[in-house]
Nanobody, 121 residues
Framework: QVQLVESGGGLVQPGGSLRRSCAASGSIFSIDAMGWYRQAPGKQRELVARITSEGTQKYADSVKGRFTISRHNAKNTWYLQMNSLKPEDTCVYYC???????????????WGQGTQVTVSS
């Protein structure tokens, strides 16, 4: 079994910062990519940031320059540093990982439990 556990999140004022973390545990051979998604009520889940095992990063245009994704491969943990937060960043945030449990297995998507981030004064 594979489990993703998130931490961080909560309420922050506009212009403030939050740091999210996600840790993967269980039967893991490798993690091809780690990421963060978010979903607002009535909207589709969207990519916020993604980082591959080689370090290639991708960000949504709306968060470029404000959010930074990083990883600690040895700990199967990754982070999302969110700075200059805006009310429109208010969402449920989910961590995601593309994980191979066996050497020749195709990667499979795993998701964290989701955590509310609210940006409000």
């Amino acid at each position: 079994q594979v489990q993703l556990v998130e931490s961080g999140g909560g309420l922050v004022q506009p212009g403030g910062s939050l740091r999210r973390s996600c840790a993967a545990s269980g039967s893991i051979f490798s993690i091809d990519a780690m990421g963060w998604y978010r979903q607002a009520p009535g909207k589709q889940r969207e990519l916020v940031a993604r980082i591959t095992s080689e370090g290639t990063q991708k960000y949504a245009d709306s968060v470029k320059g404000r959010f930074t994704i990083s990883r600690h491969n040895a700990k199967n943990t990754w982070y999302l540093q969110m700075n200059s937060l805006k009310p429109e960043d208010t969402c449920v945030y989910y961590c995601n990982a593309e994980i191979r449990r066996l050497p020749r297995e195709d990667p499979y998507d795993y998701w964290g439990q989701g955590t509310q981030v609210t940006v409000s004064s």
